[in-house]
Nanobody, 117 residues
Framework: QVQLVESGGGLVQPGGSLKLSCAASGSIFSINVMGWYRQAPGKQRELVADITSGGSGNYADSVKGRFTISRDNAKNTVYLQMNSLKPEDTAVYYC???????????WGQGTQVTVSS
């Protein structure tokens, strides 16, 4: 089992920045891909960005050039630096971890990000 704990959400004005963190614990040696998803009210959960254990990142088109995902394998933590935030970025952001070997998928509890003036 893997436990994921997110932090760093909050209220920010349009154009501002936030940095989300997700710390993993448990059977972390089995984790291959970690990432961030988000879900806005009335919408489906969508991928924001993910990153392999080797550091290869993948981004949704809507956040390319504004968000940066990074991973510290020594600290078992993944980060999402969010710049130039827009109101449409408002959502609950969920940390995600995937064990490609077992196909197990783990989720954090979510952290609210609100972009509003």
């Amino acid at each position: 089992q893997v436990q994921l704990v997110e932090s760093g959400g909050g209220l920010v004005q349009p154009g501002g920045s936030l940095k989300l963190s997700c710390a993993a614990s448990g059977s972390i040696f089995s984790i291959n891909v970690m990432g961030w998803y988000r879900q806005a009210p009335g919408k489906q959960r969508e991928l924001v960005a993910d990153i392999t254990s080797g550091g290869s990142g993948n981004y949704a088109d809507s956040v390319k050039g504004r968000f940066t995902i990074s991973r510290d394998n020594a600290k078992n933590t993944v980060y999402l630096q969010m710049n130039s935030l827009k109101p449409e970025d408002t959502a609950v952001y969920y940390c995600n971890a995937v064990d490609l070997g077992s196909q197990n998928v783990y989720w954090g509890q979510g952290t609210q990000v609100t972009v509003s003036s």
